[in-house]
């Protein structure tokens, strides 16, 4: 079983910039499809960014897109978040998700395909 670290979050002013980092332990994280989510207050949880366990595909929301990048680096059993761009709607807590997927290339917004989560790190971007 895998455990997921995320860190990296903070207050920025918008139009800045913050890298969330999710570190796992206990698996490699490339046997692992890794997801970011996010949830605002009063709202329910929305993909962000996912990225295959091959690292070659992605999926962003189209809210992001253009902002945010994920990438990983299975050698240091990590996974990135850079966000640029940052707009006072990206106020959230941002989750990183791990789904056991056999396809080395399958990549998913759905949080169903996750089996592991973190505990979250909160992003604030001020107007």
């Known amino acids: 079983q895998v455990q997921l670290v995320e860190s990296g979050g903070g207050l920025v002013q918008a139009g800045g910039s913050l890298r969330l980092s999710c570190a796992a332990s206990?698996?490699?994280?490339?046997?692992?499809?890794i997801g970011w989510f996010r949830q605002a207050p009063g709202k329910e949880r929305e993909a962000v960014a996912a990225?295959?366990?091959?690292?070659?595909?992605?999926y962003y929301a189209d809210s992001v897109k253009g902002r945010f990048t994920i990438s990983r680096d299975n050698a240091k059993n990590t996974v990135y978040l850079q966000m640029n761009s940052l707009k006072s709607e990206d106020t959230a807590v941002y989750f990183c998700?791990?789904?056991?997927?056999?396809?080395?290339?399958?990549?998913?917004?759905?949080?169903?395909?996750?089996?592991?989560w973190g505990q979250g790190t909160q992003v604030t971007v001020s107007s």
């Open positions: 998700a791990a789904g056991p997927i056999i396809n080395i290339n399958y990549v998913s917004g759905d949080p169903l395909t996750y089996d592991y």
């Open positions: 990225v295959s366990r091959s690292g070659l595909n992605t």
């Open positions: 206990g698996r490699t994280i490339n046997t692992y499809a």
